[in-house]
């Protein structure tokens, strides 16, 4: 697995990128739905996720994805409840 870097950032200070295993493909470089217009976007998978939330609060990222019934339309990921998703659609 490849070290962690630190992207420059444009707002805010800067941040250790986490790889994914040996993909090469940084948490940072997954898709964030920034034209998400529900009101609740802070609530999304793909908003926690680029934030870090499933490291920082492992036990809630899981409850919020096992047993997964719906599946974004935008991102790919998968949710057990619609409101963690900018487009969901059930699986």
């Known amino acids: 697995m490849a070290a962690p870097q630190t992207p420059r950032s444009q707002s805010g200070p800067a941040r250790t990128a986490t790889f994914l295993g040996d993909t090469g493909v940084t948490a940072e470089q997954l898709p964030h739905n920034s034209d998400c217009s529900s009101g609740d976007h802070g609530k999304h998978l793909c908003f926690l996720m680029y934030e ?5 609060n492992k036990e809630a990222y899981r ?4 047993e997964a019934q719906f599946r974004c339309q ?18």
């Open 63 to 66: 409850a919020m994805v096992q």
């Open 52 to 56: 870090g939330f499933h490291f920082q």
């Open 74 to 91: 935008q991102c790919g990921r998968t949710a057990k409840s619609r409101d963690n998703l900018c487009m969901p659609e059930p699986l």
